[in-house]
Every structure is written in C-alpha cells, then in structure tokens.
C-alpha cells in the first residue's frame, strides 16, 4: 500500500503522474470514496497526464466516456474509457452495458464507484481510495 497527501487542486498532476507510475501496465484503476472526495478531478489528471486533449467531464448520465491519448511514438490515438457507476443499480446492469469488453479491452478504464462489479474487475487491477482530510487536503491511498 502506497499513501500520499496532497494538500490542493495544484498537487493533482504530481498526484496522477505517481499514479501512473506505480501502476506501470496496469490499466484498469478502481477508485474509491464519498462524493466530494476528488476521484473525477483525478480522473481528470491522470487524463491530461496520459496526453488526453479533450476535455474530461464526469460520466454521472452517460456511465461510459471515451477519450482519446496518443503517446509520442504512435500515430493512432488509443482509447481511455472513463466511468462512474454510481446510478447502476445491480450488476445485470454492468453486464449489459457491456462492462467486461471495456474491462478486458487492454485500454485504460477509469472506474467511479467500482464497489458494484468488484467480482468483475481484473487482475492486477490498481485500488485507488481517496479520503477527505480538510477543506482542500486529500489522502490518496494506492492499495
């Protein structure tokens, strides 16, 4: 288990580029915590780290985004899925919006409120909890 606190919105780039570091080739992330707890921001982070040019919106409605990075040496772009499961009520219905091709599409998936396909999500997958500590402090726990 890694910890790191960061105390603003200003400390989330160094946050996220860590992130993709420890996580190395792992490319399914879970994360974890209450509303407000900054797991979209972070999103949103690892997103421009990655070289994301859109912008990065919470899927609260849409459950799936799809946004597009392209590393220096590639000419096609490759996909991040970003999703928030927030409003699926079961797992039927992650099944039927098709979660286990984007989990198993070897693409980046970014996953809000992951406790619902927990039996679903991968091997290797990296456990991300973050944690209100003060007005603009959170503790990123990478477990």
């Not at 927990?118 to 726990?141: Q, Y």
Request: one cysteine or more; a negative charge.
């Amino acid at each position: 288990m890694q910890e790191v606190v960061i105390h603003g919105p200003e400390a989330l780039p160094e946050a996220a580029e860590m992130l993709l570091k420890y996580a190395s080739q792992a490319r399914v992330m879970a994360f974890y915590g209450e509303i407000g707890a900054g797991k979209t921001s972070l999103i949103q982070a690892l997103c421009r780290c990655l070289g994301v040019k859109e912008e990065v919106a919470s899927p609260t409605f849409s459950i799936v985004n799809e946004y597009e990075y392209k590393s220096l040496r590639e000419e096609k772009g490759k996909p991040v899925f970003h999703m928030d499961l927030y409003r699926l009520r079961d797992i039927e219905e992650a099944l039927q919006i098709g979660i286990e091709d984007y989990l198993y599409s070897g693409a980046y998936c970014l996953i809000e409120w992951p406790e619902l396909i927990e039996a679903l999500l991968p091997e290797g997958t990296v456990r991300i909890k973050l944690e209100i500590i003060g007005d603009s402090s959170r503790k990123i726990l990478i477990l």
